[in-house]
């Protein structure tokens, strides 16, 4: 709009400027020769007095100084002249007509003339100033000051136009993000519903979408949740059976009792799991604002994990840690660390150690958890993906070497409800790395 504003103020002072010239260019043909003659008439009569006395009554009054010249070119009152008032002269002589020859900032208008007795003349006004000659200029602080008028109306008007196309797409952005950050309440505001746009269309297509993925989030973890519940009773009934049942076994059939018990127990963890990522992911489990040491929590998980490592020839070790501080809930801030780790007990090569570190972030504002084993690693493509409910890779981590596909979609979302992050990357050198990172702030 500036630029638009611009070009338009250019153009109108371009186009008053041309027609100024051509307003000059008429005067000066129309109003030259009778000054030009009154010149001839009181020089022919009264000689140089008259001639000096008439133009000592006109300074001031006009922007211009005239010059009398005879046939031979000589000016009548001896005062020297410019080269440009000698070009007017000598083109009006030979034109006999009105002559405007253009200088520098003003511009001179040659006449021929014959006086009442017939003595030829040329009559040359030198004037000091582009622009009319015969009435007043506009001074130039005028028109900078209604340059800068134009501007500021143009600039308000901008604004106005900029911050009502902009707003409402500004709160779109924000209840976007809002939602990609797991809000499923995010909603754009009733006022940038009012309009009669396409921006106000926008944003109720993007409500109704909302209310429709909370719907379906919730939806979705009422039935786990159900399921889970409802699953526990028959598993409890299931487990008083198999009690009784093994008081009265014979030896042949306690080794398939056993097994039933060993994959009860395996269903019992699998609810464990679904009712606890249920309750992370609906905002119900309440996080208690207790000081945890993390240094002291990951070293408790590493004593856990090295002790079920032992019995199947691995080891866990704890590499670096830092004292540190944050407020949170113990328990699943444990729980968290504690599924990474077992992971990586479970996956890494026989006679090799699970390496655990605390570090602080680069600027300080977080501490990280980093558990690495040496296992098989994950292929790049699911590196994104093996935080979701239920997800196994194919290759090594499938449903008969590992758990349910729970664990790390735990820990995924305790960490995200303390404010922190999960990423995982392979190791140049072999196997997983698993990073929790925590604001310490």
């Known amino acids: 709009m500036a630029l638009v504003s611009l070009t338009l103020i250019l153009s109108s002072v371009w186009s008053a400027s041309r027609t100024s010239r051509e307003r000059d260019e008429a005067i000066d043909r129309a109003m030259t020769p009778l000054i030009a003659d009154n010149f001839a008439d009181v020089y022919d009569r009264d000689g140089k007095r008259g001639l000096e006395e008439l133009m000592a009554r006109g300074r001031g009054t006009f922007p211009w100084r005239p010059f009398l010249f005879d046939r031979t070119g000589h000016e009548v009152l001896d005062r020297s002249v410019s080269p440009a008032v000698v070009e007017a002269f000598h083109r009006a002589l030979l034109s006999r007509q009105t002559e405007i020859v253009e200088q520098g900032d003003g511009r001179c208008v040659g006449q021929y003339i014959l006086a009442n007795s017939g003595t030829p003349y040329v009559l040359v006004l030198e004037m000091n100033r582009r622009g009319s000659g015969w009435g007043p200029q506009v001074p130039s602080h005028v028109q900078a000051l209604q340059f800068l008028l134009v501007l500021l109306i143009v600039g308000l008007i901008s604004l106005w136009i900029t911050r009502h196309i902009t707003l409402p797409m500004v709160q779109l952005r924000a209840a976007a993000n809002q939602l990609a ?222 758990g349910a596909g729970l664990g790390l979609s735990i820990t995924d979302r305790v960490i995200r409800a303390h404010g922190g992050a999960v990423r995982a990357h392979n190791h140049p050198e072999g196997g997983l790395v698993v990073e929790l990172s925590l604001p310490l702030a």
Not at 258 to 274: D, F, K, Q, S, V
Not at 330 to 343: D, K, P
């Open 181 to 402: 950050r797991g809000d499923l309440s995010a909603r754009v505001r009733p006022e940038s519903l009012h309009r009669k746009d396409e921006l106000a269309s926008l944003g109720r297509d993007f409500n109704y979408m909302a209310e429709q993925i909370e719907l379906l989030m919730n939806a979705q973890r009422r039935l786990i949740a159900d399921i889970s519940h409802e699953l526990r009773s028959p598993l409890a009934r299931l487990s008083v059976a198999l009690g009784l049942a093994h008081r009265t076994v014979n030896p042949e059939t306690r080794a398939s009792l056993h097994r039933i018990e060993r994959e009860a127990h395996r269903l019992n963890e699998l609810i464990g799991g679904l009712l606890n990522l249920a309750r992370l992911e609906s905002g119900t489990e309440r996080l208690e604002q207790e000081s945890v040491r993390l240094d002291e929590l990951v070293q408790s998980v590493a004593d856990d994990a090295a002790f079920e490592a032992a019995s199947h020839q691995r080891g866990v070790r704890v590499l670096s840690t830092f004292v540190c501080r944050r407020k949170g809930n113990t328990q699943l801030l444990r729980s968290a660390i504690e599924n990474v780790a077992r992971n990586a007990v479970h996956y890494t090569a026989a006679g090799t150690e699970v390496e655990i570190s605390l570090h602080p972030w680069a600027d300080g504002s977080s501490a990280v958890i980093a558990i690495r084993d040496h296992g098989p690693g994950v292929p790049e493509a699911a590196l994104h993906t093996i935080f979701e409910p239920f997800f196994r890779v194919d290759d090594a981590r499938d449903r008969f070497s590992g």
